[in-house]
């Protein structure tokens, strides 16, 4: 016996909208007949109307499938297995039952299979309806349908008496609900008694797993692909907290960004379980591919005239148990946030992850956590706020290779503020101001920090940092701290405040500044020799300092290796989530032998240096940024990008500064063809 195979396949959103890959497929088997399928207006099982794509039963070869506006969406379907086409006249199916339920594939006899494939699907969740029943023997006749991907009952068993024109769950089809990962689905259908069969399937994607948005996309995008992207973030989010935790990343290209154009109180809300990466052009197909520096995305709290948003960001964790992980921000500049003073950049509820990002010019605060944060990554400069202008966190937080400076707080914590303690590593945090702990305050619970600089902040009481609970303090510089007050406390005080003093104090292997003797190992005061203590305005305390150490400082080679933590976030992408910690808070070699400078510190080679920055011994020609020998056209964008945002090889003329100087030396390098 040979029978056919129908297949009606359709992609919808909720709601009446359809999402772009969606589809119907007609596998028809009419022998001295015309090709026939359901009309557009028939929906089947899933009520989802639409064009039919019309695909002889027999023909196992690739083909592309059109939506139901009848389009090209890059979706193909193939078949693996299987007898061949079938068709039986049942009198209880007339119209469009008749073309749908009538025509089937044979998969063979008991035990045979067939595998239906799709193929350039976009990630998502779909509900997938597949029709299984035999039309000229369907009391005898069972299939037993299984999908990729499936989530509850899976296989699910098809047969029966066959209904007058109607569809019935287990009788004339299955229905699951499958996630697809990659790009493609499978759907086996298995004869489990008599004959099995396949006469119809209908495939709905109730969300995709990546939502797109790209300014310039053209209007009505459903965010599927960068094609047919989203134009505003809002949209996006609002899509991603409709779908009920199953959209999971939107990426966001490059250009500015707002809530509103004038609502102050409008926010980007970024649901549970929602990654939100910025950072592309608009055609990556990985994350490997986008380019945060290259490609500058903005979410900007300035709108009309002065007003400014509230919030700019607000990541929306919510509480325990936490299944799907947390929100998170990753690759954007956020600016400009906080109205008169009140909100700031960014707020995380319950859980949040800001990973990558640049925050600046926030009045009010650039984060505040209400919840378990994770900051990773980040550049926060230039805020203003009364406890923690540039952190504020009230629950543990965990700060990993973050930059914190220029930032003022009128009341504790310039740089950062902890309620509740945390961990710090790779963490710098210099040139902020506040009334105490301009560095940090960590005004209770346990707190560790880990190769940490803490430096040239100035505050009234304990300038660099301050613990009010026990401390632990590993590989870390605390030094050229000073308080504002007309009578000042001994050095060690300020640079290093431990309200528990000795006992709340451990650790071993610092600088820290006024350090004689107490309860830190390995610890002394000296001078940390930075590359530019004053920075390219001279002025200091001002933030646009340099506290990376330079050639004949104490801490190169002088930490403890095995003190590091562990790569967990891969933060140099290589695919090692094992390896201790590869890079420094800009983005250089973690572990760099200085040849020049013994090793003082401990354990395996290369040695840690103490602090955030590791020294990195420069080039022959610094302005080589390819070090071919030569200073041509290709490194001038390498340059500039370094440049711009302030990196350590931007100093190509090696004055502890990065400014208008060392334009004007790569220049004439450039000219010269070489240093």
């Known amino acids: 016996m040979i029978r056919p195979f129908h297949v009606i396949v359709t992609a919808a959103l909720a709601a009446n909208t359809a999402f772009a890959q969606s589809f119907n497929i007609d596998f028809d088997e009419s022998p001295g007949e015309a090709a026939s399928a359901p009309l557009a207006t028939f929906g089947g ?33 193939d078949r693996i297995g299987g007898e061949g086409g079938f068709t039986f006249d049942h009198p209880n199916t007339t119209g469009e039952f008749h073309f749908l339920l009538d025509d089937l594939v044979n998969i063979g006899f008991e035990g045979s299979t067939t595998t239906i494939r799709l193929t350039g699907l ?7 309806v597949t029709y299984a029943i035999s039309p000229d023997n369907p009391g005898v006749d069972r299939t037993s349908i299984f999908v990729s991907g499936a989530t509850g009952a899976n296989p699910q068993l098809v047969g029966g008496d066959m209904p007058v024109n109607a569809f019935g769950n287990g009788f004339t089809h299955s229905d699951h609900t499958a996630a697809v990962e990659s790009t493609h689905m499978n759907v086996t259908a298995i004869a489990a008694t008599g004959y099995g069969s396949v006469n119809g399937m209908q495939v709905k994607l109730i969300a995709p797993r990546r939502l797109h948005v790209r300014p310039e996309a053209p209007a009505g995008g459903d965010g599927t692909t960068w094609s047919r992207a989203y134009r505003t973030l809002g949209e996006a989010l609002a899509r991603a907290a409709a779908s009920g935790d199953e959209v999971r990343e939107v990426w966001v290209a490059r250009g500015t960004h707002r809530p509103s154009e004038t ?29 945060i520096l290259a490609n500058r995305t903005v979410l900007s709290g300035r ?19 936490f299944t799907i992980g947390p929100p998170a921000l990753d690759g954007f500049t956020v600016e400009d946030g906080g109205l008169n003073g009140v909100g700031g950049g960014v707020r995380i509820v319950g859980r ?63 740089g950062v503020f902890l309620n509740s303690g945390g961990s710090l590593a790779g963490v710098a945090s210099w040139g902020n101001a506040a009334a105490g702990g301009a560095g940090a305050y960590i005004a209770s619970g346990d707190a560790d920090l880990v190769n940490c600089t803490l430096a040239l902040n100035r ?26 007050r007309a009578n000042p406390a001994p050095m060690l005080e300020q640079n290093l405040t431990v309200a528990g003093w000795p006992s709340a104090a451990s650790g071993s292997r610092n600088l820290v500044e006024g350090y004689a003797a107490g ?4 610890t002394w005061s000296a001078d940390p020799v930075f590359a530019d203590p004053l920075g390219p305005d001279g002025v200091p305390f001002s933030g646009d300092e340099s506290v990376a150490v330079a050639v004949g400082s104490p801490a190169i080679d002088a930490g403890d290796t095995g003190r590091l933590p562990v790569d967990i976030f891969d933060l140099d992408s290589d695919g090692d989530t094992d390896e201790v910690l590869p ?7 973690r572990r760099s032998d200085d040849l020049d400078t013994s090793d003082t510190g401990c354990c395996e080679a290369p040695v840690v240096d103490l602090g955030a920055f590791e020294y990195v011994t420069p080039p022959p020609c610094p302005a080589d940024f390819n070090q071919d020998g030569g200073v041509d056209g290709s490194d001038v964008e390498a340059f500039f990008l370094v440049w711009e945002t302030g990196g350590e090889f931007g100093d190509v003329n090696r004055d502890g500064g990065v400014d208008g100087g060392d334009v004007e030396f790569f220049f004439l390098a450039w000219e010269a063809g070489g240093c």
């Open 122 to 128: 976009v990630p998502g969740v779909y509900r997938v």
């Open 583 to 589: 890079i420094d808070a800009a983005g250089n070699d």
């Open 519 to 522: 309860p830190l190992l390995l």
């Open 45 to 77: 099982a899933m009520v989802q109307p639409g064009f039919w794509n019309v695909v002889p039963a027999s023909d196992r070869s690739s083909r592309p499938l059109l939506d139901l506006a009848g389009a090209a969406r890059g979706v193909m379907i």
């Open 352 to 414: 949040g992850d800001v990973f990558r990002c640049t925050l600046r010019g926030h009045s009010g605060g650039a984060i505040r956590a209400e919840g378990a944060a994770r900051i990773v990554g980040c550049d926060v400069s230039n805020n203003t706020g009364i406890d923690g202008a540039g952190i504020h966190a009230s629950a543990a937080v965990l700060m990993l290779n973050t930059r914190l400076h220029g930032n003022l707080a009128t009341g504790r914590g310039g």
């Open 263 to 291: 609502n102050p109180m409008a926010t980007f809300t970024v649901p549970r379980g929602v990654r939100v990466y910025g950072g592309f052009v608009g055609n990556e197909t990985t994350l490997a591919r986008r380019d």
């Open 303 to 321: 709108l009309e005239g002065a007003v400014r948003s509230r919030w700019v960001a607000v990541l929306q964790g919510g509480a325990e148990p």
């Open 459 to 484: 505050g009234a009481a304990a300038a660099g940092l301050f613990a009010g609970g026990s401390l632990r303090i590993e590989n870390s510089m605390l030094s050229g701290n000073r308080e504002s």
